[in-house]
């Protein structure tokens, strides 16, 4: 093997593809495909990714480049990882090397960096004839010192440099040009690895008590270190801090027993753990119900023959799906092949977790964006290393880097945030099946409310690649009832009188339970709602100056903010527009239903969950903590309280209004307010207590509400299928949205319509254009350009075009070529052309 293709870190369109380099002599043994290499490209190091090896006998180039550098000791990506990125950049349109930097932790996005090391060059021009260069004459002395501060160390970057000899940036630059100093790059990890130093005993632990005895009067504190190591033999060797904090002694006391050859101070390489100190109740497998029984021996046969196959498994809420997913783990686990769950990043919550630690113990790795970037490597690290076996975690989890993966489990199936909205805008459940065929791998995807794709995937066979076993669930594993829903019609209320947010019937659910000291979960649907400021003289709406969407008021810093940019600005006393007093702000945000609670019930005591109060780390964890131990009668939140959580005393739940996503222009609006209501709801009497449900509603006879209300998942999909086939969207063809931005309205006009042409132009040739309405199978029908339902966005104009497709054809490859072909005809590096295949987000 000579030679290595390397997929360069270098954010320019033609740099998509592999590079030739040559294989240095002494890197041979350590190149491998999905290794981290450093090479040269142009004048710069950047950082690279090797995927495929070459002998060189049929290639001879003497003119190739040669690796500099390999990265990591152990290849930070298998082979399997390396053509899992490769199938990405196909299927999502996206770039490779941005495929194979979303599967690493951010700890490796390493960053060129120049290093300085001393030059071999002879004693005469190591120093400046002051003849020749009058303006150098004084720098003698600074050049020495410079020479002895890298000397010491044989190289140090330019940074440590600089900071040195923060005025000697000429003096530096003359030594560089001759050759006194030379300059190399190097790639530089944004986070290494922790190291600690540690303490261990230096000869064997007979001799080291033969010592003890003998040890000198005058040295009793190094005497009492040396005791408290042999005590701790089995343990050694331990952190020195430990020693230290332990004893009261200082290092040199430490130090001294090292001297005199009785212990050995190393540094040694730790794991950050984010959950040290913290006891996971150990927990056995249940026995399982007759419902759960059938649907493992089903998923046990598959593990057991090794075989790929998707899994949908469709159970109500509290029917025992993580039960099977942890048995299923096992079973893996037992044959030598390790298990990824994959939850909604919100949903990973520290009860999620427990649930996994609590029966796998430390061999469960958690990835998790609000660790911190250290955390979050050292978890990678576990698993590449092999000392983790079951990785739990968000969308990323898909990327795990195990390396005989026998198992994928997707809970919670149907939610958006499996998409990632950006690049790559891969979805994690395609993925995973993608993944999981690669390496014969078994995937279960667990959902109360399959996605629609999923479940007609599971009846019909369709477009979509994969067509997964359908498993039913429909009773729940306690056999308690699933909980009643009383709809409540909002508009009645209004009509007889009541104007306050809360129905009488809510009202008096939540009475109840204060009164018998029963806890109850509201739910705030914020999605699409906006507690915008109006003023109600002249209709004026404060709007962002960048994004041409309202603002949304902040109570808690009295400001107003953009949900998109982060544009802030203090909330106006007087309308800028007319200067009435009458501006004051609109909708419903969770603060204003906390202090209703207040009024409405004085000494009520609510937890808020939102993204004001979870911002801070482990601010969520501590909030259900309160929560569980009841130190609050109320959980008041948005989508967040919707997901995962399981407390028996939990009776009530209510949903403030159900419907305020209904008329968002996104055809899974009904979709998507049947799963919320369905997931919440089954937050309510899980254990012992009957749980009961209060929705309120403005459209009560909405079909996403009656069936939701009815726990009634066959109906709601028979109707909005079709909805879904009359108005040809998803599951029954595929989308691609092509959004163009640019700066200045009328180029990026111009651009978008001769997008859609060029577009248009090369369907009709291949003979694919189309009405979706034909019978054909191969069809593409083209939407747009419009503007974007968010016209302007950070101060950038935005057209979009919407592309519908069925069939085996690669529109993918054709979306994707026409836009690389109108960014080479118009050279202009401020439009920028967004593609993202098979949108979730059409806002
Ligand atoms: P889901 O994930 O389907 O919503 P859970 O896995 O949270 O359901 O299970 C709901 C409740 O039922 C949990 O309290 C769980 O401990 C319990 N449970 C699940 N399976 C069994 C079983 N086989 N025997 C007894 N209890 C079970
Ligand atoms: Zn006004
Ligand atoms: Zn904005």
Same mark, same amino acid.
Request: glycine share 6%.
């Given at each position: 093997m000579d030679i290595a293709k390397v997929i360069v870190d270098v954010p320019v369109r033609s740099t998509d593809r592999p590079f030739d380099y040559s294989i240095p002599e002494s890197l041979k043994l350590w190149i491998e495909v999905g290794s ?65 930097? #979303?599967? +690493? &932790?951010? =700890? *490796? %996005?390493?960053?060129?960096?120049? /290093? ?117 033999? #089995?343990? +050694? &060797?331990? =952190? *020195? %801090?430990?020693?230290?904090?332990? /004893? ?596």
């Amino acid at each position: 093997m000579d030679i290595a293709k390397v997929i360069v870190d270098v954010p320019v369109r033609s740099t998509d593809r592999p590079f030739d380099y040559s294989i240095p002599e002494s890197l041979k043994l350590w190149i491998e495909v999905g290794s981290r290499v450093a090479v040269p490209f142009g004048h710069r190091t950047v950082q690279g990714f090797v995927v495929s090896l070459e002998s060189g006998e049929t290639v001879v180039n003497p003119g190739l480049k040669p690796i500099q550098e390999v990265l990591d000791l152990l290849p930070p990506l298998s082979p399997e990882l390396v053509e899992l990125a490769d199938w990405m950049s196909k299927r999502y349109a996206c770039r490779r090397i941005s495929a194979l930097q #979303a599967m +690493l &932790p951010t =700890a *490796l %996005k390493g960053k060129a960096e120049r /290093l300085i090391s001393l030059g071999d060059v002879e004693e005469e021009t190591a120093f400046p004839d002051d003849e020749l260069f009058p303006m150098f004459a004084d720098s003698g002395d600074e050049e020495r010192l410079i020479t002895e501060f890298i000397g010491r160390t044989g190289e140090v970057s330019m940074k440590q440099l600089t900071r040195a000899f923060p005025e000697a940036a000429e003096t530096v630059k003359f030594m560089l040009r001759r050759g006194v100093l030379v300059e190399s790059q190097s790639i530089k990890d944004k986070m290494g690895k922790k190291k600690l130093k540690a303490v261990d005993l230096a000869i064997g632990i007979t001799a080291a008590r033969e010592a003890l005895n003998k040890f000198p009067k005058k040295s009793a504190r190094q005497k009492e270190v040396l005791s408290f190591l042999i005590e701790r033999e #089995a343990t +050694l &060797p331990m =952190a *020195l %801090k430990e020693v230290l904090s332990a /004893l009261q002694v200082t290092a040199s006391t430490v130090k001294g027993l090292e001297e005199k050859g009785f212990i050995e101070i190393s540094e040694i390489e730790v794991y950050r753990d984010p959950y040290q100190g913290r006891d996971f109740k150990p927990t056995t497998p249940l026995p399982l119900t007759a419902e759960q029984e059938i649907v493992y021996t089903r998923i046990s046969r598959t593990l057991e023959e090794q075989l790929h196959e998707v899994f949908l498994l469709h159970g109500v809420t509290g029917s025992g799906k993580t039960e099977i997913y942890l048995q299923c783990i096992k079973r893996c686990l037992d044959q030598g092949r390790q298990a990824a769950v994959l939850v909604p990043e919100i949903a990973l919550t520290p009860q999620m977790v427990e649930r996994f630690k609590g029966r796998f113990g430390s061999g469960v790795a958690v990835m998790h964006s609000r660790l911190s970037v250290g955390e979050r490597y050292d978890e990678w690290r576990k698993i590449r290393e092999g000392k983790a076996t079951v990785a739990v975690g968000a969308r990323s989890a898909v990327f795990a880097p195990f390396s005989n993966l026998g198992l994928i489990i997707m809970d919670e199936e149907h939610e958006t945030s499996y998409k990632q909205e950006e690049n790559p805008k891969y979805h994690a459940r395609d993925a995973a099946i993608r993944r999981a065929e690669q390496c014969g791998a078994a995937v279960i995807l667990g959902s109360a409310t399959p996605s629609l794709e999923s479940y007609h995937a599971s009846r019909a066979q369709t477009d979509i690649h994969f067509s997964p076993v359908l498993l039913e669930m429909p009773t729940r594993a306690l056999g308690n009832e699933l909980p009643k829903v009383n709809v409540v019609d909002m508009r009645e209320e209004l009509k007889e009188g009541n104007r306050s947010m809360f129905s009488r019937k809510l009202h008096s659910a939540l009475a109840e339970r204060l009164e018998r000291g029963e806890q109850t979960v509201l739910l705030l649907n914020r999605r699409g709602f906006s507690t915008f400021v109006m003023c109600r003289s002249c209709g004026y709406v404060a709007g962002c100056p960048e994004c041409d969407i309202s603002l949304t008021y902040h109570s808690r810093s009295d400001n107003l903010r953009c949900h998109y940019c982060g544009h802030a600005e203090p909330a106006p006393k007087l309308c800028p527009e007319c200067g009435s007093e009458h501006i004051r702000f609109f909708g419903t945000g969770t603060q204003r239903v906390e202090e209703e609670l207040g009024k409405l019930f004085p000494g009520i005591r609510v937890i808020r969950m939102d993204v004001d109060t979870t911002t801070e780390k482990g601010s969520h964890e501590k909030l259900l903590n309160q929560f569980r131990d009841k130190k609050a009668d109320v959980l008041l939140g948005t989508q967040m309280v919707a997901k995962g959580l399981d407390f028996p005393d939990v009776t009530l739940v209510g949903v403030i209004t159900a419907d305020s996503a209904l008329n968002l222009p996104d055809f899974r609006a009904a979709e998507k307010t049947f799963q919320l209501l369905t997931q919440v709801a089954g937050r309510a009497g899980r254990h012992q207590l009957p749980g009961e449900v209060v929705v309120q509603s403005y459209t009560p006879e909405h079909y996403s509400i009656v069936h939701a209300s009815g726990h009634d998942y066959l109906s709601f999909v028979r109707e909005e299928l079709k909805h879904r086939r009359g108005l040809h969207y998803p599951p029954y063809c595929r989308l691609i949205l092509v959004t163009l931005s640019h700066e200045q309205l009328p180029l990026l006009l111009r651009m978008a319509e001769n997008y859609a042409m060029n577009l248009q132009g090369k369907a009709r040739n291949l003979r694919w254009y189309g009405s979706l309405d034909k019978l054909t199978t191969d069809v593409l029908d083209l939407l747009g350009p419009v503007a974007s339902p968010i016209p302007r966005l950070k101060g950038r104009y935005r057209f979009q075009c919407m592309i519908k497709w069925r069939g085996a054809i690669d529109v993918i490859g054709l979306v994707r070529q026409v836009a690389e072909e109108l960014e080479d005809s118009v050279r202009d590096a401020g439009l920028q052309i967004s593609i993202d295949v098979d949108p979730q987000m059409l806002m």
